[in-house]
């Protein structure tokens, strides 16, 4: 369950191969600039002249008539004067009701921009607090953007899983991996081939499997979760697996150099591991456990993890 570190002839030749209308007038009748004029949105002409904006002043469209732009097909003086006034008592109509129209629309987006921002706050990725033998670590775990996996996180560290296991692996430059129930005995053989029991589950918190129960199988392995495009950059944290599809469990790493060709989504490389969170204090923790002395890159003064707890 182990990402493996390019050597350094890949790097080099990975290094040298990558890159980084117009509108137009038009003649109205009386009762057809009525009309355009209550059009709420986008441009509208009356006679000769065109205006981006949805509304026009009464008093424009008074002008408009007197310079007989609003072309009326009236027998007759009074017909004329009668439209005239029936499009200005039109247009002033129009012009109340798109305000208000206008005014409703601004009132439901401030609605809805604070019902989003009140779901965000309520739904803020959590802190996982890691206690080691060596220091403390923070990291945000991503439950908004990868919400299977943290789910999965987030339930083996609320009921105790965690505590008391060791890193089992640790090498400079590159990562620190942990989780291995195997890894509670520190010199164990097995550290770094185990994972949750069988049949065990958790429920999932967003995303495509929202309140769903997923039930972890063939030696505690979840879904792969392949959604969020987020890189194996410094002080990330990233699923371990064996290479084969839904392989991933309980078992993770924490970058502490940029480990891109570990992404799921870089075509250049087989390796697919997905990220599901972020340190925030205490990287220079976990690059100091990857600095230790080791042994088969176990370290030989053995890191513990006192225990996990999330913050919410």
Known sequence: LAPRPIPASTLTLCSATMPPQRSKPVALTACAAAAAVAVAGGAFAVGSFSAPHPLISVERVLQTSAAGHLQSPARSSTDVASADVCAVVAAAAAITAAGLRRAKRRHGAAVAATARGARTTLRANPTAIFETTMGTVKAE????????????????????????????????????????????????????????????????????????????????????????????????????????????????????????????????????????????????????????????????????????????
């Open 141 to 312: 775990i991503f439950l908004k953007e990868m919400p299977l996996t943290a789910s999965n996180f987030i339930d083996l560290v609320e009921t105790g899983y965690y505590n008391g296991f060791h890193f089992h692996r640790v090498i400079p430059n590159f990562m620190a991996q942990f989780g291995c129930p195997f890894s509670k005995d520190p010199r164990s053989p097995r550290a770094g081939t185990g994972g949750p029991k069988d049949g065990t589950s958790f429920k999932v918190t967003g995303g495509e499997y929202d309140g769903k129960t997923i039930t972890r199988k063939n030696g505690g392995n979840i879904p792969d979760e392949f959604v969020s495009k987020i890189s194996n950059s410094p002080g990330t944290l990233s699923m371990a697996n064996t290479g084969s599809p839904n392989s991933g469990g309980s078992q993770f790493f924490l970058n502490v150099v940029n480990n891109d060709f570990l992404d799921f989504f870089n075509p250049k490389t087989p390796s697919k591991h997905p990220v599901f969170g972020k340190i925030t204090e205490g990287f220079e923790i976990v690059k100091a456990i990857t600095e230790t002395r080791t042994m088969n890159d176990a370290p030989v003064k053995p890191v513990q993890m006192v225990s996990i707890t999330i913050q919410r």
